[in-house]
């Protein structure tokens, strides 16, 4: 059974940093690419960004690739996200995800609730 | 970035009744989309991809349609277990897009 469970998650003041996990088990981690994507509280869905199943590679939202970095730890089968200069308007719900060569996402965890406030 | 616009953004439905959802895209992004399902408590669910293509496991009253810039998933027959929230998404070219989703509730 493929599992992803995300971990790393609460509430952090603006402008610091936060790193999220996902551990993965089910399926073989590094031949996988693997995406994040957020939720907001409004439930607006927004890709974040994936990265290659060597982790030489990655692809990031316009918006967000300067303050979020994805990385992985294939002897782990851990997914990361690091998250720097957090604002507001970063709180969601964070899923990793597993992602098909075609870009779609065909496994999901159960999402981990960031909140940024001070 | 590929806008997705998704309609309506509720919908009401009886259990056996069908409904159908649609998605549509700034630009055409080929046939390449994918329909995803949220219900409380559950991990999200990967219904369609490919415009039309259903994922193991997704039922067949579920179908999906269109290409280019207009798409729709319908559901037929509805099953009390098919209420939650529905989200199309492109995966055609990045950054991948998502529409805004649908929430579909029992009438």
């Known amino acids: 059974e493929v599992q992803l469970v995300e971990s790393g998650g609460g509430l952090v003041q603006p402008g610091t940093s936060l790193k999220l996990s996902c551990v993965a088990s089910g399926f073989t981690f590094s031949d996988s690419w693997m995406s994040w994507v957020r939720q907001t509280p409004g439930k607006t869905m927004e890709w974040i960004g994936d990265i290659k199943y060597d982790g030489s590679y990655t692809n990031y939202a316009p918006s967000l690739k300067n303050r979020f970095t994805i990385s992985r730890d294939n002897a782990k089968s851990t997914l990361y996200l690091q998250m720097s200069n957090v604002r507001s308007e970063d709180t969601a719900t964070y899923f990793c995800?597993?992602?098909?060569?075609?870009?779609?996402?065909?496994?999901w965890g159960q999402g981990v609730m960031v909140t940024v406030s001070s | 970035d590929v806008q997705m616009t998704q309609s309506p953004s509720n919908l009401a439905a009886s259990p056996g009744e069908s409904v159908s959802i649609n998605c549509k895209a700034r630009?055409?992004?080929?046939?390449?989309l994918a329909w995803y399902q949220q219900k409380p408590g559950k991990v999200n669910k990967l219904l369609i991809y490919s415009g039309s293509t259903l994922q193991s496991g997704t039922p067949s009253r579920f179908s999906g349609s269109g290409s280019g810039t207009d798409f729709t998933l319908t559901i037929r027959n509805l099953e009390p277990e098919d209420f939650g929230l529905y989200y199309c998404q492109q995966h055609n070219e990045y950054p991948l897009t998502f529409g805004s989703g649908t929430k579909l509730e029992i009438k």
């Open positions: 630009k055409s992004i080929s046939k390449y």
């Open positions: 995800t597993r992602t098909h060569g075609f870009n779609y996402f065909d496994y």
